[in-house]
Structures are given as C-alpha cells and as structure tokens.
C-alpha cells in the first residue's frame, strides 16, 4: 500500500519513522528529483501533493511526497476528496504519499475514512505517565532498536528516569550504547543510575506525595515541574489517571473482589502483579475518599481550561486533596 497516514502528538517518533520511509524508498543519489515535502498550510498543497505522487520516478529509486501537518482529516473540500478518491487508488506502486498531522482524524468524514480504507494508518501519541508498564514495554522495545541490553531494573529506573518522552529515551539509549561499546553483557540498574540524567521529579511522584498527605514536598514538586515547563493540563491528566487506579482498584476491594485479573482489567492496570504494590499504597483510605479526589481533580481541570493561573491553581487544589485524604 504507497500511502501512509501518521498521526499524533509525539512529533520525535513521527519524524524517526519518516526518516524509516525515507531510507526504505528513496535512493540517496536521486532524492533531489524524488522526494519532495509540502507543508499542509496552503489551499492547494493537497491536490499538489497528490498530483505529485503521480509523477513517474526519475532514475532509480522510489518517490515519496511528504504533505507534513494536514488538516485532510479535519476538513476536506469536496475538489480535494474528489481528487482523492480519484489518486489513491492509482498510485504507482514506485510512488509513496505520506501523509502526517499531529491531531486526530475526525473520523465522521468521508475523507478519513477514504483514507483509512486506502492508506496503512499509524497513531504516534504519547503513552499516559500513568501505564507504567507500556513505557517499560516501550523501552524494552526501543532498546532492542538501538542494541542495547538491560536489566529489568535497568528498564524500570530508565521508564522511571524519562517517563514518556520518547527524544529523551532515544537519546539515553544511545548514550547506554556508546558506554557500553558493542559490550554483550546488559546493563544494569547502577549503569542507569550513574548515567541517565532522571527529570528528577514526575507528575507521578505529585500524586504518590498527595496519596501520603505529603502536602510541602507535594507543592515543591509542582512547583519544580511548572519551572521544567510541564503543561499544568498535562500534570492533572496525570493525576486524574493515577488517582482514578487507586480508586477501581478500592472500590473492588470492598466490592470482595478476590480475582486479581479482574481487578486489573477493570483499573486498566496491564500487569495483575502491580496490584501488590498498589494494595499498599491504598490500604488506609477508603473508596468514598479516593473517589472524591476525582470531582476536585475535574474542577482543577475545569479551571486550568478556563483560563486559571497554573501555579497557585495547582497549589491550592493539592492542599485540598492532601486535606480531604487525611484519616
């Protein structure tokens, strides 16, 4: 299938994956009259890409048409469907279109799902801080990319150390490869240590020194992360994620759950053994009060969206759920 559609927020793992395509379709002494990028910006970029894809190759080679950052799947007028409709089926098998765009395609137009019926689909969104097993799942699997061999404490201080940032892990691993020069043994969890520089603080460490009441180190914490940049959003998503586990996972608790797949399966919790850990964590609240960190976690959200200063936001909100967890 020549056309591909990539979208998604995490704009480092598009761009490795169009540096892939490029290095599979293109011949590097040809990519001049063969690889052509348009920005999705203009009026007339889609049918210039399109008309594009249909050109014949020159030399030897593929071709690949870039349109980068396309609002095709947003809104299409009826002339681009057409010539959509029109193109994708007739593509030569020589000629790859590309196509990229960091929202989701709305997937009620007749564009989209053209395309989806046309077009080898890929999302690049970054995984929730709060699935701590894919991240580690995403690490493992980066690594083997890169060659480098870890320990699986090594893997879980490094998913611990870069969280979701799919550049910083990239880069932390090629650093791990560079130390270990082509070594086979793996490295471990002192290796990581020594070597990666952690982000130090996380939104997750926010939430596990709220669940502890742990109110000062809690607002010095947000304060670090604010200073880092985090998106105050982005940091309340977090909460609301860690904070929504602790409490299905109480809640079948109380409800006498004794399966611990099913307790897993409905916290959308990927590895049943974390359930130990988290178990603990929570043994000193109840579901009533854990439930409520919820509705002041969506005010938070409620408020940030309307426009509110992060900071003291923040701030206030997290003094209240330390409060409200208080036995």
């Known amino acids: ?31 001049s009259f063969n690889y052509h990028k348009i920005t999705g910006d203009r009026v007339d970029s889609a049918i ?14 593929g071709r690949l048409v870039w349109l980068a950052d396309t609002g095709i799947c947003q809104q299409c007028p009826e002339d681009v469907l057409k010539e959509l409709q029109r193109t994708l089926p007739n593509i030569p098998d020589t000629s790859y279109l590309l196509l990229t765009s ?7 137009l007749k564009s989209t799902k053209f395309i989806q ?5 890929q999302e690049f969104s970054p995984i929730p801080p709060w699935k701590v097993e894919e991240i580690a799942a995403r690490v493992r699997e980066i690594a083997k990319e890169v060659g480098v061999k870890l320990t699986p404490d090594a893997i879980e201080v490094l998913a611990e150390s ?13 650093k791990l490869h560079l130390f270990k020069n082509n070594s086979s043994s793996a490295i471990d969890k002192n290796d990581v240590i020594r070597l990666v520089n952690s982000t130090g603080q996380s939104s997750l460490q926010l939430a596990s020194a ?17 200073n880092r940049n985090e998106n105050a959003l982005s940091i309340t998503a977090t909460l609301v994620g860690q904070f929504r586990t602790w409490a299905i996972v109480k809640l079948k608790i109380e409800e ?32 009533k009060q854990l439930l409520a960190t919820l509705s002041l976690l969506l005010e938070l959200e409620y408020s940030l969206k309307r426009g509110a200063e992060p900071l003291s936001t923040l701030q206030t909100k997290i003094v209240e759920l330390c409060c409200l967890l208080v036995s």
């Open 1 to 31: 299938m020549p056309t591909y559609f990539y979208w998604g927020e995490d704009d480092f793992a598009i761009a490795r994956a169009v540096k892939s395509l490029q290095d599979k379709v293109l011949d590097p002494n040809w990519i």
């Open 48 to 61: 210039e890409a399109l008309e594009q894809a249909m050109t014949p190759v020159f030399g030897t080679g």
């Open 102 to 108: 960091s929202k989701k395609p709305d997937s009620r």
């Open 117 to 121: 019926a046309h077009a080898e689909v």
């Open 162 to 174: 870069v969280g979701n940032n799919s550049r910083l892990l990239w880069m932390e691993l090629e």
């Open 210 to 226: 709220i669940l502890k009441r742990e109110t000062g180190k809690a607002l010095e914490l947000v304060s670090e992360l604010l």
């Open 256 to 287: 006498g759950e004794k399966d611990e797949k099913a307790i897993a399966s409905a916290a959308d919790i990927a590895n049943p053994k974390r359930l130990y850990f988290i178990r603990k964590e929570i043994q000193s609240f109840s579901s």
